[in-house]
């Protein structure tokens, strides 16, 4: 189907014609009627399926067939997501759609790292707000912003959100929000705790569970290399020059190691940077921009941070080393083979992991041949 199709105003279809979509990805067609509807929704659907326009453009449709009202600090949509980056994605996402409409709709993101004077200023006549919890909740407190007329409430990334210690800060925004409310919550994966979540936070809900084809599942080629903690490094370049790797997502389990992988790329001629928790938000924007443009060849990232990672054709990923959570390993290989460009995605495996990376495969139900990289020349 055509997004014509949907029941969406004529200047939101112009827009979405301007930004080159077509037809709605399958948890687009399924999700903009229900939420247009006013219906609380659970969706699942993988990383770079087109969440964010799901709900985006039904809640610019609602508020379009509005008229305005008075301009305050009460924003009648709150969106809640895990990390800054992804924070200004989603903007990004709203702000294109929202070009050129009869009334003009302000959104804008709010999160830590930086001043939060301009934040406060700038808060005043937005009715769409992006938000990551911390920084929501230091606005709250200094009375920059009231949640009392939030009519519709979104948790993008809703399971990352309920595994990164967000819970108690969660909740005392929850109290702050009007008991009356649509709630939508997205997410990749189907965790127990988001499961439960639901069941607390959702009326009468819609749940929509995209699964994957097997079609998709075959954009990403799924390699990977038995090796030691020692050779890791001199595997990692070896693979980048001999396959010319240009645009490589590389990924660690600390913020540490991405410092150090990053720092022994460099000093090998590999142009790297790492992007985590610990740098300053204009750091992490411009090498994030740097990294989005090909002007830099290897971005090494943590997990939280991938979750504003957003690259249509990311030709690789490389899983320096393992994570914890099957669930954080879909959506580190989910970072390429997107927009039905193929990609790879390469795992290192020590001989201690193997038990575990097995586990990994089985429920992501997929099968990799391993290469055991001792006998490489590095």
């Given at each position: 189907?055509?997004?014509?199709?949907?029941?969406?105003?004529?200047?939101?279809?112009?827009?979405?014609?301007?930004?080159?979509?077509?037809?709605?990805?399958?948890?687009?067609?399924?999700?903009?009627?229900?939420?247009?509807?006013?219906?609380?929704?659970?969706?699942?659907?993988?990383?770079?399926?087109?969440?964010?326009?799901?709900?985006?453009?039904?809640?610019?449709?609602?508020?379009?067939?509005?008229?305005?009202?008075?301009?305050?600090?009460?924003?009648?949509?709150?969106?809640?997501?895990?990390?800054?980056?992804?924070?200004?994605?989603?903007?990004?996402?709203?702000?294109?759609?929202?070009?050129?409409?009869?009334?003009?709709?302000?959104?804008?993101?709010?999160?830590?790292?930086?001043?939060?004077?301009?934040?406060?200023?700038?808060?005043?006549?937005?009715?769409?707000?992006?938000?990551?919890?911390?920084?929501?909740?230091?606005?709250?407190?200094?009375?920059?912003?009231?949640?009392?007329?939030?009519?519709?409430?979104?948790?993008?990334?809703?399971?990352?959100?309920?595994?990164?210690?967000?819970?108690?800060?969660?909740?005392?925004?929850?109290?702050?929000?009007?008991?009356?409310r649509q709630n939508l919550l997205f997410s990749a994966t189907l965790s127990d705790k988001l499961a439960g979540l639901h069941k607390v936070l959702l009326h009468d809900p819609t749940i929509i569970k995209i699964e994957d084809k097997a079609e998709e599942d075959s954009l990403i080629n799924l390699s990977g290399f038995f090796v030691s903690d020692e050779r890791k490094g001199p595997l990692l370049r070896h693979l980048i020059r001999e396959q010319d790797m240009q645009q490589v997502l590389v990924f660690t389990s600390s913020r540490y190691s991405a410092d150090k992988v990053a720092y022994k790329l460099e000093k090998n001629g590999i142009q790297a940077s790492p992007i985590?928790?610990?740098?300053?938000?204009?750091?992490?924007?411009?090498?994030?921009?740097?990294?989005?443009?090909?002007?830099?060849?290897?971005?090494?990232?943590?997990?939280?941070?991938?979750?504003?990672?957003?690259?249509?054709?990311?030709?690789?990923?490389?899983?320096?080393?393992?994570?914890?959570?099957?669930?954080?390993?879909?959506?580190?290989?989910?970072?390429?083979?997107?927009?039905?460009?193929?990609?790879?995605?390469?795992?290192?495996?020590?001989?201690?992991?193997?038990?575990?990376?097995?586990?990994?495969?089985?429920?992501?139900?997929?099968?990799?041949?391993?290469?055991?990289?001792?006998?490489?020349?590095?």
């Amino acid at each position: 189907m055509s997004f014509s199709k949907l029941p969406l105003h004529p200047s939101l279809l112009a827009n979405i014609t301007m930004l080159g979509y077509e037809t709605p990805t399958p948890i687009q067609e399924q999700a903009i009627p229900v939420i247009m509807q006013g219906r609380d929704l659970l969706g699942i659907a993988k990383t770079g399926s087109g969440k964010t326009a799901s709900f985006a453009l039904p809640i610019l449709n609602t508020l379009l067939a509005r008229h305005q009202g008075e301009r305050n600090r009460q924003p009648k949509v709150l969106v809640v997501v895990p990390t800054r980056e992804l924070a200004v994605q989603v903007t990004e996402v709203f702000k294109d759609l929202s070009r050129n409409l009869p009334q003009s709709i302000k959104s804008m993101a709010a999160y830590g790292g930086v001043s939060i004077n301009p934040q406060m200023k700038a808060l005043y006549g937005v009715e769409i707000l992006i938000a990551t919890p911390g920084r929501l909740l230091d606005l709250i407190r200094s009375n920059a912003v009231d949640l009392y007329r939030v009519e519709t409430l979104v948790m993008d990334e809703a399971d990352k959100m309920m595994n990164l210690g967000f819970q108690k800060e969660m909740e005392e925004i929850f109290q702050r929000l009007p008991k009356q409310r649509q709630n939508l919550l997205f997410s990749a994966t189907l965790s127990d705790k988001l499961a439960g979540l639901h069941k607390v936070l959702l009326h009468d809900p819609t749940i929509i569970k995209i699964e994957d084809k097997a079609e998709e599942d075959s954009l990403i080629n799924l390699s990977g290399f038995f090796v030691s903690d020692e050779r890791k490094g001199p595997l990692l370049r070896h693979l980048i020059r001999e396959q010319d790797m240009q645009q490589v997502l590389v990924f660690t389990s600390s913020r540490y190691s991405a410092d150090k992988v990053a720092y022994k790329l460099e000093k090998n001629g590999i142009q790297a940077s790492p992007i985590h928790g610990k740098r300053s938000q204009s750091e992490r924007l411009e090498t994030l921009n740097a990294f989005k443009s090909g002007k830099l060849r290897v971005l090494v990232a943590t997990d939280l941070i991938s979750r504003g990672i957003d690259i249509n054709e990311l030709p690789y990923v490389i899983n320096y080393e393992l994570p914890r959570s099957p669930k954080d390993f879909v959506h580190r290989v989910g970072r390429t083979g997107r927009a039905d460009a193929k990609g790879k995605a390469i795992t290192f495996v020590t001989k201690e992991e193997t038990h575990h990376f097995k586990v990994i495969l089985k429920k992501m139900k997929r099968y990799v041949d391993m290469v055991d990289s001792e006998k490489m020349a590095l």
